[in-house]
């Protein structure tokens, strides 16, 4: 058991999401959940979303026994980080982990990528995880146990021509990580980020599958439930020792 752990996952939309995913694995080990979600951002990509799908994921999760709690959050606004962990604080308690899932991502490159698409990927990829893992640590108030896992992409495994400004800020959360996790061990807390590698969560059509998955040597491409598996594992006691890390939980994807 979890002796009545909370986990506060953000960026969770969709239900085939990675974030969606984490929210299940956790659910099913006893913690409980608390996630946010931004509509207008899915909205306003190829996969869009379900106006239900958040409320749908929260009904699927209570069945495992373990109380859950969402609200719609939009991680660019600079009071965000104060909003969620006192929400979480009022109808859940004290966290004792943090999953900073969520991120903002458009195509862009040297040619195009322009102010303001770097200020909306700096200020959810970089911005809100820093200040969220600030306040989260702040309201920690155990002598051990906490957890911090950001997502990331891989960034220094490889080029990502196309994606110039979130391949900067994802590459600063690896950074991040370094820093934060020697800063809050004293503290109880664990800090780790893990790379899922490319992930099935619907954006990938035949054509993108077809040329990925030769480069993934388990001759299939990652599903949500690989990296939400191992994440799992990294907020467990049987963690308390990996801090510090980011984690190529990708299949062995040959780039």
């Not at 600030?134 to 196309?162: C, D, E, H, W, Y």
């Not at 020697?182 to 990938?204: F, Q, R, S």
């Not at 030769?214 to 006691?237: H, N, Q, W, Y």
């Amino acid at each position: 058991m979890n002796q009545e752990k909370i986990a506060i996952i953000t960026g969770v939309s969709r239900l085939k999401g990675i974030g969606a995913a984490i929210c299940k694995e956790l659910a099913m080990s006893g913690y409980h959940i608390f996630y946010t979600y931004w509509t207008e951002y899915d909205q306003q990509m190829p996969w869009s979303i379900d106006l239900d799908e958040p409320s749908a994921l929260k009904k699927e999760l209570l069945k495992n026994g373990v109380q859950v709690s969402y609200m719609e959050l939009d991680l660019i606004q600079a009071d965000a980080a104060d909003r969620l962990l006192h929400e979480v604080t009022v109808q859940l308690g004290c966290p004792d982990i943090l999953i900073n899932n969520a991120a903002y991502s458009t195509s862009n490159d040297f040619s195009t990528v322009t102010s303001e698409e770097l200020d909306k990927h700096y200020m959810v990829n970089v911005r809100a995880t820093t200040l969220l893992s600030s306040k989260f640590a702040l309201v920690f108030n155990k002598k051990s146990g906490g957890r911090i896992i950001n997502l990331t992409s891989g960034q220094f495994q490889g080029p990502m021509p196309g994606e110039l400004a979130y391949a900067t800020t994802k590459g600063a959360v690896d950074a991040l990580t370094i820093t934060l996790s020697a800063e809050l061990a004293p503290l109880g807390i664990t800090v780790n980020a893990i790379n899922p590698g490319p992930t099935d969560t619907g954006w990938m059509t035949e054509e993108i599958k077809n040329e990925l998955i030769t480069m993934f040597p388990f001759g299939r491409i990652g599903e949500p439930r690989d990296v939400a598996r191992t994440i799992k594992f990294l907020v467990s006691e049987e963690a308390a020792w990996i801090t510090g890390q980011i984690i190529h939980s990708e299949g062995g994807f040959k780039r």
